[in-house]
């Protein structure tokens, strides 16, 4: 292709998509806007609030799920920490930010998994698509979201589902394939229907697998929070995103470890929630 | 335990007994079977169907009568399609031609919902390597027929203890799949499948993954339910021992096809070829035939009453304490059929020196 015809090309998608933005992007950000007041609303809850409330009600919901003192324990020790050195807000908004892109992704990826499962052609469609997803570099698609949405919390968050919703989409796949076809012969001998047998035997014993898959896909939320502060969505991307551009070493430190201790608790009280709901695999003959 | 065959079926109080035909049954494996079936009931062998069109033939008109309350084994090595015929009764693989009917119910003609209902009703499984639910508690296991019905929990609570307990489990309840042993977890498989209550038990090898010992025991528990439950039983098998215990009547399968069926006294007194003769030489005879088959007819005479349905050791353990040499055979009401010589038991009880003449063939496993 010579390069006057590739001009033509990109200035013709760009005009396009420019025409497209005015029209309806306005539309687009009404659409998104419950989203926004929504992120708004949980980020204040979390930074508004009186900390030892906040921190109270953390820990509750960590003892919730992991029903661990270790992992209760140590959550606080990390909250702590971070509140000692300053960074309680910026944390508390990344909090927000991750708990409402997490719950989105494994709200949306757990339904395309199980579809996925059971059609061996929308996998084969799928699959190409998700690898897209995780290996185009965020800033290219950053840009039509931020031509159509402006900068802020939603595209911010939308960015990140993109990024981190293939795990959960893949695993949730996989676990459902790899369960033994003779428990499923067994579930439909005794005339289980499709949503029994998806429910009371698929889903229970893919959940080591599916679990796998939120943890990954927690992980790739988080790892989204710098990336996604350059699109002004606020937490510790922000300060993270400052030290770079200042050479502040240590405060660069500091922000990208309160990213590490909030990833570290999200995974350890996620797992144990996975492994409580598997009680069955822990007990062996013998 | 050596009397396991005279078992005679009893009218269950709580399931109707029903009876499985099975009529002009043709299986065959690949992507499109419609277009062999023709060929294959011209006489294409499996060789054949394999190597010039790649399917594979699962059965070729297969005919089978399973009596209503009796135990019907299909015995058959691996590859022979005793796994795919099970698996016609309740629909788990489609027939490419033939008839199934449970009772007077036509199986092929049910829609998708008439099915499931079908399966949970009248056909309960259990499987080779158990196929528990390993997430599910035993109690969980036991219930989930009467929980896909949609029985309520109190229910089928009741029901699954019951039959726990039935098959000596009482106490791991709570316990999940993998902290039993084998044998104890097939007994689950039982609980699971009797828990159902339905007419029809299909066993698709249930005890071949156990270790002699336990699997004798799981038949002979088997045997002592089907007294009080008279249930119509398919059992498949490799193991002609197992076979020859448990089965009311045997069906013998070698690639696809039936080669033999009757009681197990009638395959082994005649067997229909070679094959099977060679299959059923290492039999402890003096075990399966029974005086009735060896009754000559003639007046009482002086010696021990045996009932025709006695195995010949048990005959001959009987004679030899009396010390007499010749025996009665009588009904069970005690009507003479005719007497029978220990030397024709002693001659019955020794195998065949050579199986007949036919050169031994592949059993094409």
Known sequence: ???????????????????????????????????????????????????????????????????????????????????????????????????????????????IGIVMSRSDRLQRWLTPALDVMQTMPSFVYLIPVVMILGIGRVPGLLAVVVYAIPPIIRFTNLGIRLVAKDVLEAAEAFGANGLQKLFQVQLPLALPTIMGGVNQTIMMALSMVVIASMIGVPGLGQPVLKAISNQYFTQGVLNGLAIVGIAIVFDRASQAYGKRLQRHLEATHE | MNSAATITPTASTETPQVGISLRNLYKIFGPTPEKFIGAVREGMTKQELLDKHNHVLGLRDVNIDMRPGGIQVVMGLSGSGKSTLIRHINRLIEPTAGEISVGDVNV??????????????????????????????????????????????????????????????????????????????????????????????????????????????????????????????????????????????????????????????????????????????????????????????????????????????????????????????????????????????????????????????????
């Open chain 1, 1 to 111: 292709m010579n390069s006057d015809t590739l001009r033509q090309l990109r200035r013709f998608v760009d005009m396009e998509f420019r025409s497209f933005t005015r029209e309806y992007g306005g539309m687009l950000e009404k659409l998104f806007e419950p989203l926004g007041d929504f992120l708004l609303f949980s980020e204040r809850l979390l930074t508004q609030s009186p900390w030892p409330m906040v921190l109270a009600a953390i820990l509750f919901a960590v003892w919730v799920t992991s029903r661990s003192l270790k992992i209760v324990l140590g959550t606080a020790a990390t909250l702590l920490l971070i509140g000692y050195f300053g960074m309680w807000q910026d944390t508390m908004r990344t909090l927000a930010m991750i708990v409402a892109s997490t719950l989105t992704a494994l709200t949306l990826g757990l339904p």
């Open chain 2, 108 to 365: 092929l003609e049910l829609g998708s919902r008439a099915l499931r209902k079908f399966r949970g009703e009248m056909t309960s499984m259990v499987f080779q390597k158990f196929a528990l639910f390993p997430h599910y508690t035993i109690l969980e296991n036991t219930e989930y027929g009467l929980r896909v019905k949609g029985i309520s929990r109190k229910k089928r609570h009741e029901e699954a203890m019951r039959w726990i307990e039935r098959v000596g489990l009482s106490g791991y309840e709570k316990k999940y799949p993998n902290q039993l042993s084998g044998g104890m977890q097939q007994r689950v498989g039982l609980a699971r499948a009797l828990a159902n209550e339905t007419p029809i038990l299909l066993m698709d090898e249930a005890f071949s993954a156990l270790d002699p010992l336990i699997r004798t025991d799981m038949q002979t528990i088997l045997l002592d339910l089907q007294q009080d439950l008279g249930k119509t039983i398919v059992f498949i098998t490799h193991d002609l021992d197992e076979a020859l215990r448990l089965g009311d009547r045997i069906a013998i399968l070698r690639d696809g096809e039936v080669i033999q069926q009757g009681t197990g006294q009638e395959i082994i007194l005649s067997p229909a070829d070679a094959y099977i003769a060679n299959f059923v030489k290492n039999v402890n005879r003096g075990r399966v035939i029974r005086c009735r088959a060896l009754a000559q007819p003639g007046e009482a005479i002086d010696g021990p009453n045996l009932n025709a349905n006695t195995v010949l050791e048990d005959a001959a353990r009987i004679m030899n304490a009396e010390g007499k040499d010749q025996a009665n055979v009588v009904t069970k009401r005690g009507r003479l059929i005719g007497t029978v010589a220990l030397s024709a038991i002693i001659g019955a009880m020794i195998p065949p020196q050579d199986p007949p003449q036919d050169p031994p063939q592949d059993p094409g496993s």
